[in-house]
């Protein structure tokens, strides 16, 4: 152990302090520390610790004339603090440093801030996975999830084929992967020849196979992981079909659609109005349209200026 001294000795408490900060501050807490301490009454040890009492430390600067002396280490430390420190350090809104670096760090609360947050990310990478997600897109690759949602990078952008567009052999191989997920090339061969299979005809076979693969797996139509299992991609769920046309109309519009047609070529009307009438009444004829407007034209309106409609009136 380390020999502190006499408790009410100037120098104990400092000493005890230093010892923590340097040695035990990143196992136990302070309040510890002073437990693990023994208070012994062994003469040889008593003499041992005046031999060293009587060797001091002093710190003396080196770059300054005339140089100044320091008896307490905690002296010299808010000398550096107070002249040298702020032209040697400059403040950041952001810093990196590698895995390595800093595991060995000598400033103690710079290290427990960097521990916390890995344990955190351990824990938790939500934030890593985003940093990196946005990396690896900025670098042209594809991040997809698959496998109980697990999240996958890969260079191919991946497409579920249409199994009713494609060869026989191109289908063959979708019904099989569609039928035995995660297997191999080997276990995809196998599947394909037979064991009663001739030499040559499995080898054209295997030929054919795998150019068919190597195409599919450049298109995206079949995964390929990095321990080898092959899978077909996700098919993205069906576009869901427009939705009808709502039959909770407002009155005005429920009445017209109920009354005949020859009630609304009675009133004066517009090329826009009257396209938006056989609409609402569910005609769907360009010819009676334009018929209706040609045959219900009345004298009155061909002899005076038409007033314009106001834009609620055609509403």
Do not use: C
């Not at 320091?70 to 400059?90: G, V």
């Not at 400033?107 to 990478?125: C, H, K, L, M, Y």
Request: hydrophobic residues 35%; charged residues 30%; aromatic residues 6%.
């Amino acid at each position: 152990g380390t020999l502190l001294g006499p408790t009410n000795h100037h120098g104990y408490q400092p000493q005890l302090r230093r010892l923590y900060e340097q040695r035990f501050s990143r196992r136990m807490t302070f309040i510890d520390f002073q437990r693990q301490i023994e208070i012994v009454s062994d003469l040889a040890l008593v003499e041992q610790w005046k031999e060293e009492a009587r060797k001091v430390t002093t710190f003396t600067t080196r770059q300054e004339e005339p140089p100044q002396n320091f008896n307490a280490e905690t002296e010299a430390e808010r000398h550096f603090r107070e002249k040298y420190l702020p032209t040697l350090i400059s403040a950041t809104d952001e810093a990196e440093v590698d895995g390595v670096t800093s595991r060995k760090l000598s400033d103690r609360g710079t290290a427990r801030v960097i521990e916390n947050a890995w344990s955190a990310e351990v824990r938790s990478p939500s934030n890593m996975m985003q940093e990196l997600a946005g990396r690896f897109r900025g670098a042209g690759l594809q991040i997809f999830r698959h496998r109980k949602g697990m999240l996958f990078v890969s260079p191919i952008r991946l497409k579920a084929i249409d199994d009713t567009a494609v060869s026989d052999s191109v289908r063959h191989i979708l019904e099989t992967l569609k039928a035995s997920p995660r297997i191999n090339r080997k276990e995809l061969a196998e599947k394909f020849i037979g064991p009663n299979t001739e030499v040559a005809e499995a080898e054209k076979t295997k030929l054919a196979l795998a150019s068919d693969l190597h195409w599919m797996i450049r298109e995206g139509h079949v995964i390929e992981f990095n321990d080898g299992s092959l899978d077909l991609p996700r098919a993205k769920p069906p576009k869901k079909e427009p939705s009808e046309v709502s039959t909770d109309l407002l009155p005005e519009t429920a009445a017209t659609t109920t009354e005949p047609a020859a009630t609304l070529t009675d009133a004066p009307t517009t090329e826009q109005s009257l396209v938006a009438a056989a609409v609402t009444g569910g005609s769907t004829d360009v010819s009676a349209v334009i018929s209706s407007r040609e045959d219900n034209v009345s004298p009155a309106r061909t002899e005076g200026p038409r007033e314009r409609p106001e834009v609620g009136d055609q509403v």
